[in-house]
């Protein structure tokens, strides 16, 4: 399995932005899928945003639609979320996650396909 660590995390004031950072190691990266997801105090973790090996596939949670960009650079093992117009309501821990994927375009969006988990980045977006 991959080992995935998170950063680029912080407080921002609403509407700015921040560049979330994950990167890979221990497995080659371009074999995984990986995804964004999201858990804020007393709620469950909810998908943000996912990208297939290949990047040709993109995929967002509709909160995440329009302000959120996920890409990734397989040749320096590493994914990112940008994330402009910044809201309180995004406020949470941020994780990314990996899943071995066999096509090039999947993506998945259910937190149990991922195996791999990054530790966390706390995101703050003040009012």
């Known amino acids: 399995q991959v080992l995935l660590v998170e950063s680029g995390g912080g407080l921002v004031q609403a509407g700015g932005s921040l560049r979330l950072s994950c990167a890979a190691s221990g497995d080659t990266f371009s074999r995984y899928a990986m995804g964004w997801f999201r858990q804020a105090p007393g709620k469950e973790r909810e998908f943000v945003a996912a990208i297939s090996r290949s990047a040709v596939t993109t995929y967002y949670a509709n909160s995440a639609k329009g302000r959120f960009t996920i890409s990734r650079d397989n040749a320096k093992n590493t994914v990112y979320l940008q994330m402009n117009k910044m809201k309180p309501k995004d406020t949470a821990v941020y994780y990314c996650?990996?899943?071995?994927?066999?096509?090039?375009?999947?993506?998945?969006?259910?937190?149990?396909?991922?195996?791999?988990w990054g530790q966390g980045t706390q995101v703050t977006v003040s009012s």
């Open positions: 996650a990996a899943a071995k994927a066999f096509g090039s375009s999947i993506i998945y969006y259910t937190g149990t396909d991922y195996a791999s």
